[in-house]
């Protein structure tokens, strides 16, 4: 009987044990141990390539698979879920759990516990079916990150989990309108995610996957500059991406960036030497495969494979020092929401702006600022023809922030609303530092109600996409914009307050050393006292002769103090401490002071790649201040293009634009600064770090696009 009572309690101890080992998710927690895992990048194609890099794969037994986006190309056929059993069920089912398919390769996942984790490329939006503009069909098919392990971000598109030593981060890098609801620029809240979730990682690594490659070599899509994140400051260790099929290493900002899109798709080609992007150290596009990536506790070895001879290594790269934990930043400070004191009409539309009471918008009240039709265009865009949409401005809003403040970001408050729904009307926004010789890109509210309702645009970590500092915000300096558009243009807005709040940091301060005399007092200061001492004192007494004593002690003393001070006091004073018998006081002052010699910190494009206009622009920003330029200051350096020459300077301050004719045929251009630029700062400093070849380069295509849709597929030409 007491043995039948223990074998049950041990039997009842096991189950336990078993359904605690068996059912407890993994939760986002550092896990220490040796991991394997592959990484492969726009593979969906169902075809010889794809099953070639799936058969690599399977042979290195990996504990789990990452995918860097485009997992179902229109060419893998199928319908609804059966597109994903076809690209994706059919040569990773050993790695699959509990998938949704209708399909036949993979009817059921073969793993226990999830194995395969993709992210989101354009051709999972655009091939394979969307409802409301998200990827329904990827999100119906995955369950991501799948039982048993736990994501912080709750939905499927951009997601995190554990896994060994790896704390990985996926997100959602496809940009088209509505595609993201949490957006994916560096001040979206998706970002704010991944900031947030990677100073709060715990884990040895922390790897991030970006489908859209914020770095490229490639010729087709390149770098993709607004998936350009501080990922190194925000305590990555390294950065995964597919989209531009062809493999790449590319070392940037302390961290290492991969491009990975060989996973089965045809191979794309590299742009000519000279243009490879800054830090790029590895290049392959010779044939489709993909990464072996193996963590442990002390080391990320990264390996790409090809699938010739079943694989073969190409490249191997190491890292043995895991990720700085995120340096604090300085408390964030607001100036609360700032009331405008002016107001114009801009030209356009109707030409009349918020013609009744404009002054309503100067504050939370009940006159509202009204503009009666929104012009003579019917477009819903902030963008496009804007010569037929009402536009006004509003200034003077009194900030008060402190000289050398870091600005953090702006955001724009309208209490707003319109007459109807009908049209889609939206109201549009766009600031400027520099009293409107350059303007941001405009951002829009929703689709305005009938009642007043607040809409919020930017936010506490948004720039804009422009730089700004404190002498930004001054009356004679910061402009902002309303453009009201609506299909019908019959459509009335209304707005009761336009407001402002801007937050920053203060300067952190640097101790300066005071400025101050020093006496050196020695430890002792000598008297010299000289006291001759014969040696004898003679005494020559005779014989019954009186005694005369001949004494002779002369001392003489002398004193020798001397206490010169010299005390000349410029700053800085460097003072130098001695035990001489005297007290000086030592200065030494520079003869020189460095000179602040401005150099050129980045050029960007400012249009949107690949281009086909005749004209485009590059944002230039500068260290400081700078004065002279004009076109004689820049030269282009480009491939294919005939023709293209640099037709305009407009700006002030660090940030100007330059405007560059893009001439004919197709190719590269990118704006240089040569040697013989005469462009100085306001002191006549020139500039230094020339020629400067580092900028952005725009890839040029203005041969036309079609698109032919068959059932096999896509076809380009």
């Not at 994501?151 to 598109?157: D, G, T, Y």
């Not at 607040?454 to 453009?483: E, M, P, Q």
């Not at 300067?507 to 006292?529: E, G, R």
Request: glycine fraction near 8%; proline fraction near 7%; hydrophobic fraction near 30%.
């Amino acid at each position: 009987m007491k043995r039948l009572g223990f074998a049950f309690a041990f039997a009842t101890i096991l189950f336990v044990v078993f359904f605690i080992s068996t059912n407890t998710p993994r939760l986002v927690e550092p896990q220490s141990s040796v991991i394997t895992f592959a990484a492969i990048g726009d593979y969906g194609v169902n075809n010889s390539s794809e099953a070639a890099v799936a058969n690599m794969v399977a042979g290195w037994n990996p504990e789990l698979v990452i995918t860097l986006g485009d997992n179902y190309y229109i060419e893998a056929l199928g319908e609804g879920s059966q597109e994903y059993d076809m690209a994706v069920g059919k040569y990773y089912c050993a790695f699959l759990k509990d998938i949704t398919t209708a399909g036949t390769f993979c009817p059921v996942g073969q793993a226990s516990v999830n194995r395969f984790f993709p992210a989101l490329g354009d051709h999972d939006y655009d091939d394979a079916g969307t409802t409301n503009g998200l990827p329904t069909t990827y999100t119906d098919y995955f369950n991501l990150p799948g039982g048993g392990y736990t994501s912080s971000s709750n939905n499927e598109r951009y997601y995190d989990f554990v896994s060994g030593p790896v704390h990985f981060f996926v997100l959602n890098s496809y940009d088209a309108v509505g595609a993201e609801p949490d957006g994916n620029d560096s001040a979206s809240v998706q970002a704010q995610w991944l900031q947030t979730q990677l100073a709060a990682s715990t884990s040895i690594w922390n790897l991030v996957v970006v489908p859209d490659p914020p770095y490229s070599s490639g010729i087709v899509h390149g770098s993709t500059t607004r998936m350009q994140w501080p990922f190194a400051q925000w305590g990555a260790d390294a950065v995964l991406s597919g989209n531009e099929h062809l493999y790449e290493r590319i070392l940037k900002d302390g961290i290492v960036y991969f491009v990975n899109g060989l996973g089965g798709a045809s191979t794309y080609p590299f742009v000519e030497p000279p243009l490879y992007v800054v830090g790029s150290e590895f290049r392959y596009n010779a044939d489709r495969g993909a990464q072996r990536i193996t963590a442990s506790d002390t080391a990320l070895t990264f390996e790409f494979y090809s699938i010739g001879n079943g694989g073969t290594l190409q490249d191997t790269y190491t890292l043995t020092t895991p990720h700085n934990t995120a340096t604090p930043a300085p408390p964030t400070i607001t100036t609360g929401w700032n009331n405008p004191g002016e107001q114009t009409t801009t030209s356009g539309g109707d030409g009349n702006g918020f013609e009744i009471d404009p002054v309503g918008a100067f504050s939370d009240g009940d006159v509202f600022a009204i503009d009666v039709d929104s012009g003579t265009s019917a477009t819903t865009s902030c963008n496009t023809d804007t010569s037929g949409k009402d536009t006004h401005r509003y200034f003077n809003y009194n900030f008060s922030i402190p000289t050398g403040a870091t600005i953090k970001g702006i955001q724009v408050r309208l209490d707003a609303m319109a007459d109807s729904a009908v049209g889609d009307p939206k109201m549009c926004v766009s600031i400027s530092p520099n009293n409107g010789q350059l303007y941001s890109a405009w951002k829009n509210t929703p689709t305005l109600g009938t009642s007043e309702t607040t809409y919020l645009v930017g936010s506490a970590i948004n720039l804009w996409g422009l730089s700004w500092s404190a002498d930004s915000f001054t009356n004679n300096n910061f402009r902002l914009r309303i453009r009201n558009v609506s299909s019908n243009t019959e459509s009335d807005f209304s707005l009761d307050w336009v407001s402002v709040n801007v937050s920053y940091s203060n300067a952190t301060a640097t101790p300066v050393p005071p400025t101050s005399t020093y006496t050196l007092t020695p430890s002792n200061t000598p008297t010299i006292t000289l006291t001759p001492t014969p040696t004898s004192t003679p005494t020559d007494t005779p014989t019954n002769t009186p005694t005369p004593t001949d004494t002779s002690t002369p001392t003489p003393t002398f004193t020798f103090t001397p206490t010169p001070t010299y005390t000349f006091t410029p700053s800085p004073t460097f003072t130098f401490t001695s035990t001489s018998t005297s007290t000086s006081t030592f200065t030494f002052t520079p003869t020189s002071t460095p000179i602040d010699y401005p150099i050129i910190r980045n050029s960007t494009r400012a249009n949107t790649n690949p281009a086909s206009a005749r004209s485009l622009n590059f944002n230039l920003t500068f260290s400081k201040p700078v004065i002279n330029l004009d076109t004689n200051d820049f030269t282009l350096a480009s491939t294919g293009v005939t023709g293209a020459s640099v037709s305009g300077v407009s700006g002030s301050g660090d940030t100007y634009v330059v405007t560059v004719n893009t001439g004919s045929g197709n190719g590269t251009i990118r704006l240089d600064v040569p040697n013989t630029a005469t462009i100085t700062d306001l002191a006549g400093n020139p500039l230094s770090g020339l020629p400067y070849i580092n900028g952005e380069t725009y890839d040029i295509n203005k041969t036309i696009t079609r698109h032919i849709h068959c059932r096999a597929g896509w076809m380009d030409s």
